[in-house]
């Protein structure tokens, strides 16, 4: 079993930039691919960004595309999600996920461990 903590959110205005943390407290993210998922109130979880195991690969929704870089830190056990230029659209819960370990390039399906999230707000 692998347990996932997301934090890093908060509120922030229009235009601002937050930067969440994915971290395994007893495993090891450089095992796992990591894919980061946002549900905003009411609607359905989508997928925002993911990399691959070895940091070669990564993807953004193109919603996200030119303002979110994600990276991962294996010396820290820490994956990152840097937001800028955050718009109210991006209000959402954030989530990050893992998949089985092992896969090869990073996706937005097959995900086996769930953190609980951390909440994103824009708002001036």
């Known amino acids: 079993q692998l347990q996932l903590v997301e934090s890093g959110g908060g509120l922030v205005q229009p235009g601002g930039s937050l930067r969440l943390s994915c971290t395994a407290p007893g495993g090891n993210l450089d095992y796992y691919a990591i894919t980061w998922f946002r549900q905003a109130p009411g609607k359905e979880r989508e997928g925002v960004s993911c990399?691959?195991?070895?940091?070669?690969?990564?993807n953004y929704a193109d919603s996200v595309k030119g303002r979110f870089t994600i990276s991962r830190d294996p010396t820290k056990n820490t994956l990152y999600l840097q937001m800028n230029n955050l718009k109210p659209e991006d209000t959402a819960v954030y989530y990050c996920a893992a998949d089985r370990g092992g896969r090869i390039g990073c996706y937005f399906y097959g995900m086996d461990y769930w953190g609980k999230g951390t909440l994103v707000t824009v708002s001036s």
């Open positions: 990399i691959s195991i070895n940091g070669e690969t990564t």
